[in-house]
């Protein structure tokens, strides 16, 4: 059987007609058209498949109205906006898996460690292996991952962070990993003394090695 390319480029060059795009586009409808018993049913599918996207963004854009509402009455959820990346959802996804217990969290490691995005290292002898924590808050890292992607657009001390970590030949999940590790210590200093997130504060350290 003969592949439908190849078939195409054998009808268009039978013709005598001059090519053009009108030409191209009339031989490949040709080619792709289906019984109209099977066109119909395409049809009826792909009707049904949009009415169900249609309700789910309704339904969405419902729940984001109600996160809102109850997660600007938490004391914290003016810090938590005020992290890069975060809007409403995903702070409130954050908020909701660290808790609001201020004692909860010893330090920033403690924080760092339950959120999944501090590396494991492991050292024997003169060897030392980093490795990604695999039992951890799969809810929590993927919200931080999304955050940090969104941050690198955002802010330019998140930028040169991970730019400086892809620098050092770090994979891109990985440099996020690295970069959503240094956010969740942003945000427990930032609930630690109740400010909000300030972009040179935040990065002043790096700034200042960088120079």
Not at 52 to 79: C, K, M, S, W
Request: glycine fraction near 8%; charged fraction near 20%.
């Amino acid at each position: 059987m003969m592949p439908p390319a190849a078939g195409i480029a054998s009808h268009m060059c039978s013709e005598r007609e001059p090519f053009s795009a009108t030409k191209v586009r009339q031989t490949i409808r040709s080619f792709t058209r289906q019984p109209s018993t099977t066109e119909g049913a395409y049809a009826a599918v792909f009707v049904g498949q949009v009415g169900i996207i249609t309700a789910l963004n309704e339904q969405i854009t419902q729940l984001q109205v109600v996160v809102a509402e109850h997660f600007g009455r938490y004391p914290a959820a003016d810090i938590y906006l005020s992290q890069l990346g975060f809007g409403e959802v995903l702070a409130a996804r954050a908020l909701g898996e660290f808790g609001d217990d201020k004692k909860r969290f010893h330090d920033a490691r403690a924080r760092k460690n339950y959120s999944g995005q501090s590396p494991i290292t492991r050292a024997s002898g003169k060897k030392t292996i980093v490795l990604t924590r695999y039992a951890t808050n799969r809810r929590l890292g993927a919200a931080l991952h999304q955050q940090a992607f969104s941050a690198i657009s955002a802010s330019p001390g998140a930028r040169a962070y991970y730019d400086a970590a892809r620098a050092r030949k770090i994979g891109h999940h990985a440099a996020l990993r690295q970069l959503a590790n240094r956010l969740v210590g942003i945000l427990h200093g930032c609930l630690k003394t109740g400010t909000k997130y300030d972009e040179n504060t935040a990065w002043q350290h790096h700034t200042a090695a960088a120079a």
